[in-house]
């Protein structure tokens, strides 16, 4: 059974930082797709950044503000998140994609952004 498990959430004031990370029971090469996403109270679930073929592809709302990065010898995935909004308050998820396509999800990390 494969697990992701995040954490580095937490409460932060606006324009502060946070790392958070998500590490798989698997190696990350199991894996054909990696990244995060994340959930506001009362929201669907978005997109927020993930590992592609050929790089990294981020949501718009988080470009350039977030970075996404991993640690191969550590099965870990990281999201850097920099001068963070209230509006990037949410649980964020790690999600991982099997070789089939079958998708593994952690249990998410709260972060909240306020003054």
């Known amino acids: 059974q494969v697990q992701l498990v995040e954490s580095g959430g937490g409460l932060v004031q606006p324009g502060g930082s946070l790392r958070l990370s998500c590490t798989t029971s698997?190696?990350?090469?199991?894996?054909?797709?990696m990244g995060w996403f994340r959930q506001a109270p009362g929201k669907e679930r978005e997109f927020v950044a993930r590992f592609t073929t050929f790089g990294t592809v981020y949501a718009d709302s988080v470009k350039g503000r977030f970075s996404i990065s991993r640690d191969n010898t550590k099965n870990t995935v990281y999201l850097q998140m920099n001068n963070l909004k209230p509006d990037d308050t949410a649980v964020y998820y790690c999600?991982?994609?099997?070789?089939?396509?079958?998708?593994?999800w952690g249990q998410g990390t709260q972060v909240t952004v306020s003054s």
């Open positions: 999600r991982a994609l099997g070789p089939t396509g079958l998708p593994y």
């Open positions: 698997a190696s990350i090469f199991n894996f054909n797709q």
